[in-house]
């Protein structure tokens, strides 16, 4: 049994180099288990294996390129229907991952697909800047025990009545209390379609075929966790600027809570950064502009759509950065030793003239020791630094700080 974890935490608004870093400890960690901790198909991890194979993960744990298996806990949000899309892409890529999920996982249903995206489109030029993937609205309807829908409800026998009835009541119920009183056409539609249930109880079907139920609490039998959080700390329902947050807890809460009930004792926790800022979707970006002089952003995954738009850009500001980092080692440790350091990531995008800033003054560094430089200004040791997308790119130093620390 294993009584120690590393975890992966995004230290803004999401896309700073989670999975490249979770690819990385993976592939350092044999036998490794992937554990997604928050947040669901809405995520966006991207991954460069050395062959060239390329994937964005979303359901399935980033490390799954270096043979990770993956979990999903209790505070992960399935969504059946775009799980076996991804299945099928990474089978064309000779990946065919191992998962599991504790009971308790909520699961997406089409029908809190559709009032996402209802109540985003209703909003207009004041979105919110949601992925229209349903995953908030799965929250929502899970905390009313008779619309709930669980991963171990999938086996339950009158699952198709539990669907009839969020599609009857639960979704007019839920229109009205958001004011929303007619759907766009193409919606409308999909709600009407008897085979909108159809469809979905084979997506369920084929989702049990590839999921194996396994609780939270035996995870330290299995293998070395690396817990992969989605999003950034930026984006907090907690903490992040309502209503521009996801409805999730992105940061160290949701990992230390699997980890006190798995009987894990520490937690190396990797903040991940890249040297500059970026957010895709609506809310506040300071220092927002429209290009980065010193840095040739190069960024294939997050492409303009028609729920986020184009992604956003700053020069990355150290105050909120430390500030969000601090905050969340905050978190209740349920008497877990946490140990912290930073990641820095896409170095390589650096040019002559890079430049970050922290409380209001603009300070130019030397890409070659800009990593470090962050670091300390942030108050944690420099664990990992990326110099490309893939994970012989990746320079780990955390072992050497642990040994470091082991010494004094």
């Known amino acids: 049994m294993s009584s120690q974890a590393q975890a992966v935490i995004g230290a803004l608004y999401g896309d700073e180099g989670k999975g490249l870093m979770v690819d990385r400890l993976a592939a350092a960690t044999p036998g490794a288990v992937v554990v997604r901790s928050n947040g669901g198909a809405q995520a966006g991890h ?72 209802a109540l985003e489109l209703a909003r207009g030029a004041a979105r919110h800047g949601s992925c229209g993937l349903g995953f908030g609205e799965t929250i929502e309807r899970n905390l009313h025990p008779e619309f709930a829908l669980s991963t171990k409800n999938l086996f339950r026998p009158d699952l198709h009545a539990r669907l009839v009835s969020i599609r009857d009541a639960w979704v007019p119920l839920r229109l009205a209390a958001l004011g ?157 030793t946490v140990r912290a350091g930073l990641a820095v990531t896409c170095l390589d995008q650096t040019e002559d003239g890079f430049t970050v800033t922290d409380c209001g003054g603009v300070m130019p560094l030397d890409p070659a020791k800009a990593a470090a430089d962050i670091a300390e200004l942030v108050g944690l040791p420099l664990w990992a630094e990326s110099w490309g997308p893939r994970r012989g790119d990746v320079r780990l130093y955390m072992d050497a700080a642990a040994a470091e620390i082991a010494e004094q």
């Open 180 to 336: 929303i009183t007619a759907l766009p056409a193409e919606l409308a539609t999909a709600l009407a379609d008897d085979t909108t249930i159809a469809r979905f109880e084979a997506d369920c079907a084929a989702y049990l075929d590839r999921v194996t139920l396994w609780p939270d609490r035996r995870l330290c039998e299995r293998r070395s966790v690396i817990f992969e959080a989605a999003q950034g700390l930026g984006l907090d329902q907690d903490s992040g600027v309502f209503p521009h947050v996801t409805r999730s807890k992105t940061g160290l809460a949701n990992m230390l809570a699997v980890a006190a009930e798995a009987g894990i004792t520490e937690l190396d926790a990797t903040y991940a950064t890249r040297c500059y800022t970026t957010r895709h979707g609506a809310g506040p970006l300071k220092g927002e502009v429209a290009a980065l002089p010193g840095i040739n952003v190069v960024d294939p995954t997050n492409a303009p759509n028609e729920w986020q738009g184009c992604l956003r850009l700053a020069p990355l500001d150290l105050g909120p950065l430390r500030e969000a980092i601090t905050r969340d080692l905050t978190s209740d440790r349920n008497g877990i």
């Open 46 to 117: 991207t991954v460069l294996g050395d062959a060239g194979a390329r994937h964005v993960f979303h359901h399935v744990g980033a490390g799954s390129f270096a043979g990770a298996v993956t979990h999903f806990s209790r505070f992960f949000v399935a969504h059946p229907m775009l799980l076996l899309d991804e299945l099928a892409a990474l089978g064309q890529l000779g990946v065919k991952p191992e998962i599991s999920s504790d009971p308790r996982a909520p699961v997406t249903t089409p029908f809190d697909v559709i009032i996402n995206q």
